[in-house]
């Protein structure tokens, strides 16, 4: 039996790979217009406005205080009601967009807040503008605090973008559920989703190490 | 969009919501005090240096933290029958809680005993303190002001994380959402109400994490 | 040149500037002294607006400071600045340092920023670490990096806020000797500091402040000889115990 099964395994197994590439694709994607979306959010975060401190506030505690799977089926299902029609796939971008970029926004907001005040006072005192102060003085000593639990974040989305599979987008985790109802062999299909996961996840999870040894040192 | 909002719809599925949130609770709670037998096992085994402890205690959280809980969620559902173990779905819900948010409470541990200065490890070695001493007296107080936020916040993550557990039609908030969904075809109604609540148990939580935060820097500072 | 007209500023309730009344010509060496929490840090604070105040006026070169109308980065570009804690920015060289606000404020060509820093470099003795980033100097070169940082846009007035007081002892004087060379130049020049010997030496005037308000003034040998009042004694004498 379990061998029929396995034989059977091995025919869809490019059927597997076709949904490890549906998910690189919406990882990759994701990780780009999160970490501009959120480096964007994060200096609005940071900012001497009280308004736009409290705006980004509340877009992140939105995020933050709802389940992913809450927000996918939100934005899926809002979307019609307001007379956009919206696919599977760029739904599923853009509700990873707008949780990953909370996340992002709130890690870059703590590097900033971590560059001592001297600093900006130092560059306010030459003359600089607020703009230049940011962008010569404070982002780039930021951004050595930021990445290490950047890629942490990275990860995340990567095993985030598991959750889509719920509006039928076809990616790795969806295969599994797909292929479950033929071959039901729920350990050797799940195994192998859990595999290429580890696969694309793993080789991040080594690098967030690395780097966070750095930082500490 | 908010003036065809039918508040009226929301109030007679009122009581589902509240079901769900009942239930989310619930689930939550066993999850977490589960996770947290789970994860400190899983921490003792893996800072032990029994290698037959520490290789699998690495093996397994390593594996739970690079792979997402979805697909731990399916391969508990679909993969334990096919092993012979039909378990009702709240069960293997909250098996795959346990384990999942077990191997994120073990590293917080680790990192917290980690995080407990060398001086004072020394200072005990050096008073004449076993192993075991040192831990109860020295280590593990200390390690306890440090682990207690991002415990507070694994808490938090765990209640998120109970939403996908409607996936496998569990009983809980987000899946009295899905079911008013299917039932009156109003979407937004449903999950906006949702939503909400998740809102207000994490407000709950959130503050309550910030409160003893506050209350553990007032201790640190004899 | 800089004037203080009735100048009030409370941190929360805490009143932390009573009524300054100040005029600094244009030109003169003022050293404002005092015991910690006198607000003389926070006074020189206020001429470039790192502080703001609640009340009065302060005015330099006939431009009013906390004027929400006033052009911050012009005012600022005139005033140089240094620092107790240096400030340097660690993520690049010495020469970035100094060149920083010449390429990016007053938009000057990277060629010439790049000549005007290595002469204030020169003027600060500094020359050879130019290529150097802060992490690698000492305390006292930091902060003369720090002094060139400020000469670099020629500014017309420059602040000193404690220059010495987070140095190690056998560093002050190199620092001290290059402020002491600015003053020969004719720079007006604002510098909070315990330094006491530096004030003898080329202060046209000392300020003694105690509790956020101008309890003294006078020549530094006035001053520091013949203080008019206790508390001014006090003070000198508790400095004197080292």
């Excluded at chain 2, 205690?57 to 390593?62: D, N, R, S, T, V």
């Excluded at chain 2, 399916?74 to 999942?100: C, D, H």
């Excluded at chain 2, 507070?152 to 039609?169: C, F, P, R």
């Amino acid at each position: 039996m379990m061998a029929f099964y396995f034989a059977q395994l091995v025919e869809i197994f490019p059927f597997f790979l076709k949904g490890l590439w549906m998910t690189s694709k919406i990882a990759f994607i994701s990780l780009v217009s999160c970490t501009l979306i959120g480096l964007v959010l994060g200096i609005f975060r940071s900012s001497n406005s009280i308004i736009l401190r409290y705006l980004v506030g509340v877009y992140v505690a939105f995020v933050r205080g709802t389940p992913f799977v809450v927000q996918i089926f939100i934005i899926f299902f809002i979307f019609p009601e307001w007379g956009i029609q919206l696919e599977a796939f760029p739904a599923a971008l853009l509700a990873m967009a707008i949780m990953g970029s909370a996340f992002i926004c709130e890690i870059v907001a703590g590097g900033i807040a971590a560059i001592p005040k001297g600093q900006w006072e130092a560059a306010a005192s030459s003359g600089l503008t607020n703009l230049q102060q940011l962008r010569l003085v404070v982002i780039p000593q930021a951004m050595k605090i930021i990445l290490p639990p950047l890629v942490g974040q990275y990860v995340l989305l990567i095993k985030d973008t598991s959750v889509v599979s719920v509006i039928g987008v076809m990616d790795l985790t969806r295969v599994g559920w797909v292929t479950v109802v033929r071959i039901p062999e729920g350990l050797m299909v799940f195994t192998l989703v859990g595999a290429l996961y580890f696969m694309i996840s793993y080789p991040l999870i080594l690098l967030s190490n690395y780097l966070e040894q750095r930082m500490a040192i | 969009m908010l003036a065809d909002f039918n508040f009226r719809v929301i109030w007679e599925y009122m009581p589902l919501f509240l079901t769900g949130v009942r239930a989310t609770a619930f689930i939550a709670a066993v999850s977490i005090t589960l996770a947290l037998i789970t994860g400190i096992l899983a921490c003792a085994c893996r800072i032990s240096g029994i290698k037959a402890l520490k290789y699998p205690a690495i093996a397994y959280i390593e594996l739970i933290r690079s792979t997402p809980l979805l697909v731990q969620i399916y391969f508990l559902y679909f993969g334990l029958p096919t092993l012979g173990l039909r378990i009702p779905e709240l069960q293997t819900g909250i098996l795959a809680l346990m384990l999942n948010s077990g191997a994120y409470i073990a590293e917080i541990i680790r990192a917290g005993i980690n995080s407990v200065d060398e001086g004072h490890i020394e200072a005990g070695i050096s008073s004449g303190l076993n192993y075991v001493q040192r831990m109860r007296f020295i280590i593990l107080p200390q390690a306890l002001g440090v682990t207690i936020p991002p415990l507070l916040g694994q808490n938090i993550v765990l209640v998120k994380d109970s939403a996908l557990l409607s996936l496998i039609s569990v009983v809980e908030l987000t899946r009295s959402g899905q079911t008013m969904t299917s039932e009156r075809f109003m979407p937004a109604e449903a999950f906006l109400t949702v939503a909400f609540f998740y809102m207000c148990i994490y407000f709950c939580l959130k503050a309550f994490a910030d409160w003893s935060q506050r209350k553990l820097i007032f201790r640190e500072v004899y | 040149m800089i004037e203080f007209k009735n100048v009030n500023k409370w941190f929360g309730k805490l009143h932390v500037l009573k009524d300054i009344n100040l005029e600094i010509p244009k030109g003169e060496v003022l050293v404002i002294c005092g015991p910690s929490g006198s607000g003389k840090s926070t006074l020189i604070r206020c001429i470039n607006r790192l502080e703001p105040i609640q009340d009065g006026q302060i005015i330099v070169n006939k431009v009013p400071v906390h004027d929400k109308a006033t052009n911050l980065t012009k005012l600022r570009a005139d005033i140089g600045f240094v620092f107790q804690q240096f400030h340097l920015y660690p993520h690049m060289t010495v020469l970035e340092n100094v060149m920083l606000a010449p390429v990016n404020v007053k938009k000057i060509a990277k060629s010439k920023a790049e000549k005007i820093a290595m002469e204030k470099l020169e003027q600060v003795g500094l020359t050879e670490k130019s290529g150097a980033h802060p992490a690698q100097l000492s305390g006292g070169q930091q902060q003369r990096v720090a002094i060139a940082r400020g000469l670099a846009m020629s500014p017309e007035i420059m602040l000193f806020d404690e220059p010495t007081s987070a140095l190690d002892p056998e560093m002050i004087g190199e620092v001290l000797d290059v402020m002491v060379n600015l003053v020969s130049e004719g720079m007006t020049m604002c510098v909070v500091t315990h330094e006491m010997g530096f004030a003898k030496k080329v202060a046209n005037r000392v300020l003694f402040m105690d509790e956020g308000a101008i309890v003294e003034t006078g020549t530094p040998n006035e001053f520091f000889d013949n203080p008019k009042t206790d508390r001014a004694a006090n003070f000198i004498s508790m400095i004197l115990t080292h």
